[in-house]
Structures are given as C-alpha cells and as structure tokens.
T-cell receptor
Framework: GAVVSQHPSRVICKSGTSVKIECRSL??????MFWYRQFPKQSLMLMAT?????????EQGVEKDKFLINHASLTLSTLTVTSAHPEDSSFYIC???????????FGEGSWLTVV | DAKTTQPNSMESNEEEPVHLPCNHS???????IHWYRQLPSQGPEYVIH???SNVNNRMASLAIAEDRKSSTLILHRATLRDAAVYYC????????????FGTGTRLKVLA
C-alpha cells in the first residue's frame, strides 16, 4: 500500500515553545491530508483537513491559531503546535489521500510530550 | 457524517475465525464502508473497504448486509499479530470525504 511518513516519531518540547511535525506521502501525490490527535485509550479525533495550496479546514473546537497546518506541496503537510502546553501532549497522526475518493493512508504517528 | 456502532471489545482464540460486526443504520447510498486497524502506538492500517458486494483481500473479508445497514469484517484465522483496535468507518461521496472514527473494537487474541 501507499506510504505516508511522519517526522519526528517522538518529540519532547518545553512549555511555551512551538514544535513542527511533518507528514509526507512517499509514493503518491496527496491532494488532501488530514491531521488527527489521539489521547491514550481513546479514538482518533479529526483536527483538520488540508488541501494542497489552500487553507486548512478545522473541526469545531480546534484552535486554528494554535495548530497551524501548511500543505504547501502535494507530498508534504506540516502541523505546528504553537505555544505548546502540557495538555497538548498527545499522539498526532496524519493521513493522506491521492484523491477525494481514494483510500486514505495513515502515517506512523508522532508522540508529542510537552514538559 | 454517518455513524457506526461497534462492540467495545471482543476475544478470539488463535487460529480461529473472527467476525467483527459494525452497524451503520444511517448509511447513505454512496457511502463506502472502510475498515482499519490500529496497533498500539501506530497509525491506523488499511484493511479493506466495500460498497455493496462482499470483498476479499489477503488480510480479510468484508461481508456487507443486503440493506447495507451492517457489515462484518472477517479474519479467517486470527493470529496474535491481529490483536488491535478495529475501526469501521463510512466515507461519503460528497464533501471532504474525511474519516470520522468511532470507538472501534479492541480485539484480543488468546494463545
């Protein structure tokens, strides 16, 4: 199947700093990418949908100024957690689709710990 | 977005078949049924998807009810590596085609 890669897989940052997570589609061009957050023992929660070259669409309750999403190319989307706080510590997962009706593939996930 | 309902957990013995049910009574005619599974600390892995007809692939089979209001993921011979959370998701044919995850079924495979 298609490969979606995230980097870093684990990151620890200090409270108040910003951290960037990258999501790359390695063998296909992704017109649409999705970002999820998952707390322990819970399901994935969709944060936002990003389409290449346009602004991301955020789900209700997700702060767009705190979780900055950039989808500047067909193979790369980034999620920047700004002014991170301990409550932002979570497992962040991206997914990508070649087209609106194509199967969505997920990255390996990125663990963020804010201390 | 149409919702799905799955049992919270199931157990199976190794080498035996497993039938994971999913109810989606509000499914629309153009919604595809997708199944993913998630191992601990990993992103979800695609398993199978279908629209109306039953589907088979190397990982599993998908049986879709005639009225499409329910489906069953079938693992023909469970292995310890199949222990995971299995998600049944509907993907519409309009809008952003995004996946909304339910709670999924945690499958435990007993040796």
């Amino acid at each position: 199947g298609a490969v979606v890669s995230q980097h870093p897989s684990r990151v620890i940052c200090k409270s108040g700093t910003s951290v960037k997570i990258e999501c790359r589609s390695l063998d296909f061009q992704a017109t649409t990418m999705f970002w999820y957050r998952q707390f322990p023992k819970q399901s994935l929660m969709l944060m936002a949908t990003s389409n290449e070259g346009s602004k991301a669409t955020y789900e209700q309750g997700v702060e767009k100024d705190k979780f900055l999403i950039n989808h500047a190319s067909l193979t790369l989307s980034t999620l920047t957690v700004t002014s991170a706080h301990p409550e932002d510590s979570s497992f962040y997962i991206c997914s990508a689709s070649q087209g609106a009706r194509d199967t969505i593939y997920f990255g390996e996930g990125s663990w963020l710990t804010v201390v | 977005d149409a919702k799905t309902t799955q049992p919270n957990s199931m157990e199976s013995n190794e080498e035996e078949p497993v039938h994971l049910p999913c109810n989606h009574s509000t499914i629309s005619g153009t919604d595809y049924i997708h199944w993913y599974r998630q191992l601990p600390s990993q992103g979800p892995e695609y398993v199978i998807h279908g629209l109306t007809s039953n589907v088979n692939n190397r990982m599993a089979s998908l049986a879709i009810a005639e009225d499409r209001k329910s489906s069953t993921l079938i693992l023909h011979r469970a292995t310890l590596r199949d222990a995971a959370v299995y998600y049944c998701i509907l993907r519409g044919d309009s809008g952003t085609y995004k996946y909304i995850f339910g709670t999924g079924t945690r499958l435990k495979v007993l040796a």
